[in-house]
């Protein structure tokens, strides 16, 4: 006779992270620094910051799309 096999699967889901970067090339004698920009995402969970602050450095964000923007 044949035998039966139950097999469960647990999924664990893991929680959505965002972060923010910008990088500015200073190559012709330029000295702005990234920090002198404001990155936000608009969308599930709206983050706003600086490069490199903990409002945009691994933010919890909740699934879906986001629009990236930037002002300075």
């Given at each position: 006779?044949?035998?039966?096999a ?12 965002l ?12 000295t ?23 409002a ?11 629009a ?5």
């Open positions: 006779t044949g035998d039966n139950t097999c469960t699967i647990n999924n664990d889901d893991q929680a959505a992270t972060t923010l970067a910008k990088t500015v090339t200073n190559d012709n004698g330029g702005a620094l990234a920090t002198a920009w404001t990155l936000a995402a608009a969308g599930p969970t709206n983050i706003t910051g600086a490069t490199g602050s903990a945009v450095t691994n933010a919890s964000v909740n699934p879906g799309s986001y990236l923007s930037e002002t300075g």
